[in-house]
């Protein structure tokens, strides 16, 4: 009785609308082929969503920066002005370059953006899937969540890749209910190990070497003190 109830307790805990469980859910293998596509979806990233997403964090986010600000030039009102003007303009820039408008049906792809209106033919699509990147927000690690695109043009191919962070969370998981996928390499697994044991090794290497460093110098310090060490000073030269 204890194990289910704690299973159950397990379960509730996880919220299927985080990104990290939406990612999990979708089709995120690189190297699989789109197969089908069946209904009309429309993915809309826009500020609204964002601050459906994430009002809090934003919110949180702005008071921390103004306090920083306030208490980093509180001698000079006219930087505290200038920083939150440069804060609002990379804000604009970040919502305008991740502001679009996808729809999908089964004859054809339409996506919407910087005032650029983009046509592929379903015939043309190779592969959505999302992706993610381990970026640092403020030293705190998060994900960059992206959805991509692949075409064939000229029978090469294309990629375009979207900024999720201000899509609508329910539209991106009915854009991967509607479109099915079949695996033709299992690559990507072996690329994501690659990767993490390529930062294990580095890190192996940054801690065998500061320990090294760390025995060495305290050999150094315990023979001089022992005066296995001998110093010329300066008059004997």
Not at 9 to 21: A, G, L, S
Not at 142 to 164: D, F, Q, T
Not at 183 to 188: A, C
Not at 210 to 218: N, P, R
Request: charged share 20%; proline share 2%.
């Amino acid at each position: 009785m204890k194990k289910n109830i704690n299973q159950n307790n397990m379960k509730k805990k996880i919220n299927p609308n985080n990104w990290k469980e939406i990612y999990k859910k979708c089709n995120h293998n690189m190297y699989s082929q789109l197969t089908n596509v069946q209904g009309k979806t429309e993915v809309k990233s826009n500020i609204k969503n964002l601050l459906n997403n994430y009002k809090m964090v934003i919110i949180i986010s702005l008071v921390i920066l103004l306090a920083i600000f306030i208490y980093a030039f509180k001698n000079n009102p006219i930087a505290i002005l200038y920083s939150i003007g440069f804060i609002f303009l990379i804000l604009l820039f970040m919502i305008y370059s991740s502001t679009y408008n996808l729809k999908l049906d089964e004859n054809k792809l339409t996506l919407k953006m910087n005032f650029q209106t983009t046509t592929i033919d379903t015939n043309d699509l190779a592969n959505i899937y999302l992706s993610r990147d381990k970026t640092n927000f403020f030293w705190i690690p998060v994900y960059a969540y992206l959805l991509n695109i692949i075409y064939i043009v000229n029978e090469k191919p294309e990629i375009i890749s979207l900024p999720i962070v201000m899509a609508d969370k329910k539209s991106i998981k009915k854009l991967f209910s509607n479109i099915e996928t079949e695996k033709i390499k299992d690559e990507e697994e072996e690329i994501e190990n690659k990767k993490k044991n390529n930062k294990i090794v580095i890190l192996t290497i940054i801690i065998v070497s500061i320990i090294v460093l760390f025995v060495v110098s305290l050999i150094l310090g315990i023979m001089y003190k022992n005066g296995n060490i001998q110093l010329n000073s300066l008059n004997d030269i």
